[in-house]
C-alpha cells in the first residue's frame, strides 16, 4: 500500500442501506435547514432590536454566527454522501474541513466562557458590571477568542500535513476528524498525537473549569440574595447558558473520551451527530424560547414581514 502526502480519502457516511439513506438524508436536511434559520433569525432579531444591544447578547450573536458555521462546515458533505453515495475527498479538502471544523469547535467552548464570564460579572459584581463589560473589552474578548481558536487549529493543520498517509483509504465518519486520520497515517505520528492531544486538552479542558469555577461563585452570590424572586431572576438568567453548557460538553465528552479506534461505532457516530449538527442547531431554541426579550424582537421582526406581504 502506497504512502502520500497528498492522498486521496473516502467518507463512508453514516448507511449504505437505501432506505435508510433516504430517511436520513431527510432528516440531517430538515435539521441543517432549521439550525440555518434559527441561527439566522437569533442574529436578526439581535441586529434589529436596540433593547438587544448589550454584551450577553452579543455573546449570544457570536454564537449564533459560529453554530450556522459549524453546521455548514460538516452538513453539505454528509448531504452530498447520502445523496450521491460518493464520499471521495482530496487531502487538501479534508485539511480545510478540518481547520474549519477546529476553529468553530474552539470558538464554541471559548464563546461558552465568555458568556459565563459575563453572567459572573454581572451577578457577582453587579455594580462594576458596565465598567467591566465595555464594549471595549467585549470586542477583545470576543476578537482574542478568535485569535486563539485560528491559532490552534493551524498549528493542528501544520502537524497533520508533515505525516504522509496510506492512500486510496476508507474513513469510517461523515466528515474528516483528527482520529481516523491519524489512524491512516504511515508516518511515526507519536509526537504530533501527543502534542495535538496536549493543545486540545488545554483548550477544552481550561474553559470548562473556568465555567465551573465562575458558577461556583454565582451560585454562592444567588444564595446570598434575601428574595426568592431575585434568585429565581438570576437563576433564569443562567439557565439558558447552562443547558447550552451541558449539551455541548456531554456530546464532546461522550465523541472524544474514548479509546483510540481503528473504526467508529454507531452509538459514537451519533455522539459525533450531537456534537456538530443537534447541538448547534438547537442553541437558539433554547435562548428565543426562554427569552422574553429575544421572542418579543422575533414576533416584531416576523409581524412586519407578514404586514409587507
Known amino acids: 500500500m502506497n504512502c502520500s502526502q497528498t492522498p486521496d480519502f473516502v467518507l463512508l457516511g453514516l448507511s449504505n ?16 435547514l432549521l439550525g440555518l434559520i434559527g441561527n439566522l433569525l437569533l442574529l436578526l432579531a439581535i441586529a434589529a432590536d436596540v433593547h438587544l444591544r448589550t454584551p450577553m447578547y452579543f455573546f449570544l450573536s457570536q454564537l449564533s454566527l459560529v453554530g450556522l458555521c459549524f453546521t455548514t462546515t460538516t452538513a453539505p458533505k454528509l ?19 478540518l481547520y474549519f471544523f477546529a476553529v468553530f469547535a474552539d470558538m464554541d467552548n471559548l464563546l461558552l466562557l465568555v458568556m459565563a464570564l459575563d453572567h459572573y460579572a ?26 486563539v481558536a485560528h491559532s490552534i487549529s493551524l498549528v493542528h493543520i501544520l502537524l497533520l500535513s508533515q505525516l504522509s498517509f496510506y ?17 491512516l497515517s504511515c508516518s511515526d505520528a507519536h509526537f504530533n498525537e501527543d502534542l495535538m492531544m496536549a493543545l486540545a486538552g488545554l483548550l477544552g479542558i481550561s474553559p470548562l473549569l473556568c465555567i465551573i469555577g465562575s458558577y461556583v461563585h454565582i451560585f454562592c452570590a444567588v444564595s446570598r440574595v434575601p428574595t426568592a424572586q431575585g434568585k429565581r431572576k438570576a437563576l433564569t438568567t443562567c439557565s439558558s447558558h447552562l443547558s447550552i453548557v451541558v449539551l455541548f460538553y456531554s456530546t464532546v465528552f461522550a465523541t472524544y473520551l474514548k479509546p483510540s479506534s481503528t473504526s467508529y461505532s454507531s452509538e459514537e457516530l451519533i455522539s459525533s451527530i450531537m456534537y456538530t449538527l443537534v447541538t448547534p442547531t438547537l442553541n437558539p431554541f433554547i435562548y428565543s424560547l426562554r427569552n422574553k426579550n429575544v421572542k418579543s424582537s ?8 407578514s404586514s409587507q406581504d
Open 79 to 97: 448531504l452530498e454522501i447520502l445523496w450521491t453515495g460518493n464520499g471521495s475527498i482530496f487531502f487538501s479538502g479534508c485539511l480545510t474541513q
Open 167 to 183: 492512500t486510496n483509504q476508507k474513513i469510517p465518519h461523515f466528515f474528516c476528524d483528527f482520529g481516523p486520520l491519524l489512524w
Open 17 to 32: 442501506d437505501p432506505e435508510k439513506v433516504q430517511f436520513l438524508f431527510g432528516l440531517f436536511l430538515a435539521l441543517y
Open 298 to 305: 422575533l414576533k416584531t421582526i416576523l409581524s412586519m414581514e
Open 122 to 147: 454581572a451577578i457577582c459584581h453587579p455594580l462594576r458590571y458596565p465598567l467591566l463589560m465595555t464594549p471595549c473589552s467585549c470586542g477583545v474578548l470576543v476578537g482574542g477568542s478568535w485569535g
